[in-house]
């Protein structure tokens, strides 16, 4: 399944909704899943959104730029390729965005969120191997200087991470 992976940006209200246009509304909405996998993927969703591949990569482009969103590509179902895990950290409230923009900045992170919970921040980390997952676990609570609690998955269960962003 490729995906474009939307970050999430915790407490956001209508007055903070970003200003985007409707054909950035639709890329973002009708591509979280169902992307072609084609040789020509971007011309495929230009064609579909009645624009040009190079509108399109530019609107990609600027959404990744301004943090709209992290990525275009793969999720793979757990354990079926490499290794990932979830994870989460207790982090103090006046460091929340400094944290999340350095847990974001792993490509190996494809989204983060905030949780109303001691462990306030949860995010989902993928990697080709179990040691290269260690690896950037014990990076990010060395460059954070905070706890990561690692939560492997035990059971596995089908969450359709879709959503519609605008409704």
Not at 44 to 62: F, T, Y
Not at 109 to 132: I, K, P, Q, S
């Amino acid at each position: 399944m490729t995906a474009i992976a939307a970050r999430r940006y915790p407490l956001m209200t209508r007055a903070m909704e970003p200003k985007l246009s409707s054909l950035e509304k639709r890329l973002l909405n009708e591509y979280q899943k169902g992307f072609p996998l084609t040789e020509t993927p971007y011309a495929d969703i230009a064609r579909e959104l009645g624009a040009s591949e190079a509108l399109v990569l530019e609107i990609l482009k600027k959404l990744k730029d301004q943090g709209y969103i992290s990525r275009v590509g793969p999720v793979f179902k757990p354990r079926k390729v490499g290794a990932s895990t979830l994870a989460a950290i207790a982090v103090p409230e006046e460091r929340l965005r400094q944290v999340a923009s350095i847990i974001s900045s792993y490509e190996e992170v494809n989204h983060n969120y905030e949780r109303e919970h001691t462990f306030n921040l949860w995010f989902v980390v993928t990697a080709r191997d179990a040691g290269h997952l260690r690896e950037v676990l014990k990076e990010m609570e060395a460059r954070t200087g905070l706890a990561i609690m690692d939560l492997p998955l035990e059971q596995q269960f089908h969450i359709d991470l879709g959503f519609p962003l605008w409704c």
